[in-house]
């Protein structure tokens, strides 16, 4: 019998997964009173903006992926806000800078996270934005209790917070004691202001969701943080520089609805959002590995770890290398995913020795790429600068956050993945009138003017954010996905491997399961870093299999039992309609609930 921490929850009315178990709770209320997945995914992201600021934002991102049972169709919604008129290479070289700083005002990409949430809501729901956001509005005006990681990060970031950021001490300093009620009275109160102006647009349900969507995106919060953004703060780069966001930007920005990325694994259909994201990324490692057989080799053994390690460096350069915003440069999808390609890349694999090089198959890396961190820290430091411990909190006191993640399915075989981020109140001050700071994706972008990622207007950053659709052989779909930055699609892999190449048929143990990653190539986050041949392991695996991963040249670092992200997942099985959720106990407060 596999080890679970949880159950897998089971029901025939619906599921959700989500990370705090509020959110949960209040999508789950959605189904109940008959509401269908696309309703409750927008109800638990509102819910996760106001209780997880330390991962995710009102203006924020949020890629989702969503499957119509009635068309049997599967859809990916951007959520990805693309740059400022203002963004351009030479206006950061002439600040002197050679990458976008991670913090401050700068990097704010146009705010993707409303808008996706009204494409999803509009398109494939039931009900109106004001249902919807009323859980979010209640938590925002009522609040909700402190838990210890935000706590802990607040404590962390609190110097900084105090000393430059006096708007954002408003809201939450003091840091309030665990159980001590969270309130965000601008929040709320920019929730209401949109479902009066849904109410009063006189119009039918879409028209509604429209005019809520407008009035922040070309009304008065536009102006605010256009205003707000004026005065130069200091960032990562030691310097203060003003924002470049406008309100004309927000006001001419519209998101899409797209067809996803999809590639087969071993009778598994797997979808992805496009290369503005780093999905594809996830495929490539499944055409790649779909030459080797990991279940002989064994789960978690070194071989089969082995093996995956060098397969994922192997995609990785080459979402280095090709993937960029595919409304402005070419991707060559086809050819990375095709059969001849997968083949020749996968010779490339020494089953007994670790590669330490970046070895992008098309494309080409950015100008001096790429930037090696020490050894010395980076064993014992995160790529802030900060001790390995309690990761999530200090990476974001820095003024990196994390993600967040929901899944919901529905009685009618309705599924939705989505990885909302971004706009985190670590990474840059908050906007007064609104009760939450712009993002930082910007940091996201190369200033390589020839590489598929290099910062231009109008152009989305090739983002981490990553949410998952699969359908299983045996005709179940599953949404599924982490926060982890870029390590969502190592984690949210494993998951999928440990179902469907090691044996797993629950899925709560598929998340508990002991994983590794890698970091040999540069992080996705300012300063941009990599570390290669290094292997992040969580000391659950057997440490004969991590000293095998040594010999054979890996950098094994051993950072803890129960470390590596967030997968949550909600599955469907259309023979007796049959609805599951997990959602993995690393962060504590995440939870899946199942309605009968």
Same mark, same amino acid.
């Given at each position: 019998?596999?080890?679970?921490?949880?159950?897998?929850?089971?029901?025939?009315?619906?599921?959700?997964?989500?990370?705090?178990?509020?959110?949960?709770?209040?999508?789950?209320?959605?189904?109940?009173?008959?509401?269908?997945?696309?309703?409750?995914?927008?109800?638990?992201?509102?819910?996760?903006?106001?209780?997880?600021?330390?991962?995710?934002?009102?203006?924020?991102?949020?890629?989702?992926?969503?499957? &119509?049972?009635?068309?049997?169709?599967?859809?990916?919604?951007?959520?990805?806000?693309?740059?400022?008129?203002?963004?351009?290479?030479?206006?950061?070289?002439?600040?002197?800078?050679?990458?976008?700083?991670?913090?401050?005002?700068?990097?704010?990409?146009?705010?993707?996270?409303?808008?996706?949430?009204?494409?999803?809501?509009?398109?494939?729901?039931?009900?109106?934005?004001?249902?919807?956001?009323?859980?979010?509005?209640?938590?925002?005006?009522?609040?909700?209790?402190?838990?210890?990681?935000?706590?802990?990060?607040?404590?962390?970031?609190?110097?900084?917070?105090?000393?430059?950021?006096?708007?954002?001490?408003?809201?939450?300093?003091?840091?309030?004691?665990?159980?001590?009620?969270?309130?965000?009275?601008?929040?709320?109160?920019?929730?209401?202001?949109?479902?009066?102006?849904?109410?009063?647009?006189?119009?039918?349900?879409?028209?509604?969701?429209?005019?809520?969507?407008?009035?922040?995106?070309?009304?008065?919060?536009?102006?605010?943080?256009?205003?707000?953004?004026?005065?130069?703060?200091?960032?990562?780069?030691?310097?203060?520089?003003?924002?470049?966001?406008?309100?004309?930007?927000?006001?001419?920005?519209?998101?899409?609805?797209?067809?996803?990325?999809?590639?087969?694994?071993?009778?598994?259909?797997?979808?992805?959002?496009? =290369?503005?994201?780093?999905?594809?990324?996830?495929?490539?490692?499944?055409?790649?590995?779909?030459?080797?057989?990991?279940?002989?080799?064994?789960?978690?053994?070194?071989?089969?770890?082995?093996?995956?390690?060098?397969?994922?460096?192997?995609?990785?350069?080459?979402?280095?290398?090709?993937?960029?915003?595919?409304?402005?440069?070419?991707?060559?999808?086809?050819?990375?995913?095709?059969?001849?390609?997968?083949?020749?890349?996968?010779?490339?694999?020494?089953?007994?020795?670790?590669?330490?090089?970046?070895?992008?198959?098309?494309?080409?890396?950015?100008?001096?790429?790429?930037?090696?961190?020490?050894?010395?820290?980076?064993?014992?430091?995160?790529?802030?600068?900060?001790?390995?411990?309690?990761?999530?909190?200090?990476?974001?006191?820095?003024?990196?956050?994390?993600?967040?993640?929901? &899944?919901?399915? &529905?009685?009618?075989?309705?599924?939705?993945?989505?990885?909302?981020?971004?706009?985190?109140?670590?990474?840059?001050?908050?906007?007064?009138?609104?009760?939450? =700071?712009?993002?930082?994706?910007?940091?996201?972008?190369?200033?390589?003017?020839?590489?598929?990622?290099?910062?231009?207007?109008?152009?989305?950053?090739?983002?981490?954010?990553?949410?998952?659709?699969?359908?299983?052989?045996?005709?179940?779909?599953?949404?599924?996905?982490?926060?982890?930055?870029?390590?969502?699609?190592?984690?949210?892999?494993?998951?999928?491997?440990?179902?469907?190449?090691?044996?797993?048929?629950?899925?709560?143990?598929?998340?508990?399961?002991?994983?590794?990653?890698?970091?040999?190539?540069?992080?996705?986050?300012?300063?941009?870093?990599?570390?290669?041949?290094?292997?992040?392991?969580?000391?659950?695996?057997?440490?004969?299999?991590?000293?095998?991963?040594?010999?054979?040249?890996?950098?094994?670092?051993?950072?803890?039992?129960?470390?590596?992200?967030?997968?949550?997942?909600?599955?469907?099985?259309?023979?007796?309609?049959?609805?599951?959720?997990?959602?993995?106990?690393?962060?504590?407060?995440?939870?899946?609930?199942?309605?009968?």
């Amino acid at each position: 019998m596999q080890f679970t921490t949880r159950p897998t929850v089971r029901g025939y009315g619906g599921a959700v997964s989500a990370g705090h178990y509020l959110a949960a709770q209040a999508g789950a209320q959605l189904l109940a009173e008959g509401g269908n997945a696309a309703d409750a995914a927008c109800t638990m992201g509102f819910a996760l903006q106001v209780l997880e600021p330390h991962m995710n934002g009102f203006a924020g991102e949020a890629p989702i992926l969503y499957h &119509d049972a009635a068309s049997e169709r599967t859809h990916a919604i951007s959520g990805q806000g693309a740059a400022p008129a203002a963004a351009t290479i030479e206006h950061f070289r002439s600040l002197g800078l050679d990458r976008i700083p991670g913090d401050g005002l700068t990097a704010a990409a146009i705010p993707g996270a409303l808008d996706a949430w009204r494409l999803l809501l509009e398109r494939f729901g039931t009900r109106t934005l004001a249902e919807v956001v009323a859980p979010a509005r209640a938590l925002a005006e009522g609040g909700f209790p402190m838990y210890p990681s935000l706590r802990r990060l607040l404590e962390i970031a609190g110097d900084r917070i105090a000393a430059e950021w006096p708007t954002t001490a408003d809201v939450w300093l003091p840091v309030k004691a665990v159980g001590e009620r969270v309130r965000n009275p601008a929040l709320a109160s920019l929730l209401a202001s949109m479902a009066e102006a849904e109410r009063a647009s006189g119009g039918g349900r879409e028209a509604g969701i429209r005019a809520a969507r407008d009035a922040f995106y070309r009304g008065e919060p536009a102006e605010w943080i256009e205003a707000f953004l004026q005065a130069p703060v200091r960032d990562a780069s030691g310097e203060a520089h003003a924002g470049l966001l406008t309100a004309a930007d927000l006001a001419g920005y519209e998101g899409a609805v797209e067809t996803p990325v999809a590639a087969g694994y071993r009778g598994v259909t797997v979808w992805k959002c496009p =290369p503005w994201s780093q999905g594809p990324v996830m495929l490539q490692q499944l055409r790649l590995l779909e030459g080797f057989d990991l279940a002989a080799m064994g789960h978690n053994s070194a071989e089969a770890l082995h093996t995956w390690i060098e397969c994922a460096k192997l995609a990785f350069a080459d979402r280095e290398a090709s993937y960029g915003d595919p409304a402005h440069v070419d991707v060559p999808l086809d050819e990375l995913l095709s059969d001849g390609y997968s083949e020749r890349r996968r010779a490339l694999v020494d089953a007994d020795r670790a590669s330490l090089e970046l070895r992008p198959g098309l494309g080409r890396l950015p100008e001096g790429w790429p930037l090696l961190a020490e050894d010395e820290d980076a064993q014992a430091l995160s790529p802030a600068g900060l001790p390995r411990a309690e990761p999530e909190a200090l990476l974001g006191a820095s003024g990196r956050g994390d993600t967040t993640h929901c &899944d919901a399915v &529905d009685r009618w075989g309705n599924l939705a993945s989505c990885t909302p981020s971004g706009g985190w109140l670590q990474s840059s001050p908050t906007v007064p009138q609104l009760g939450f =700071p712009v993002g930082t994706r910007g940091q996201m972008f190369v200033l390589d003017p020839a590489h598929p990622n290099a910062l231009a207007p109008g152009k989305r950053p090739r983002t981490t954010l990553t949410p998952s659709l699969a359908q299983l052989p045996d005709g179940r779909r599953i949404a599924f996905g982490t926060p982890g930055g870029d390590q969502q699609d190592q984690w949210s892999l494993h998951f999928l491997l440990n179902l469907v190449d090691f044996g797993f048929e629950d899925l709560q143990a598929a998340i508990d399961a002991p994983t590794v990653h890698s970091e040999h190539w540069p992080e996705s986050f300012y300063p941009r870093l990599a570390n290669p041949g290094l292997v992040d392991a969580e000391t659950r695996i057997e440490e004969g299999v991590l000293a095998e991963l040594e010999r054979r040249g890996h950098r094994v670092r051993r950072s803890g039992a129960w470390r590596h992200g967030r997968v949550m997942a909600a599955s469907y099985r259309p023979d007796d309609g049959l609805c599951e959720a997990a959602a993995s106990p690393r962060s504590v407060v995440a939870y899946a609930i199942a309605l009968p």
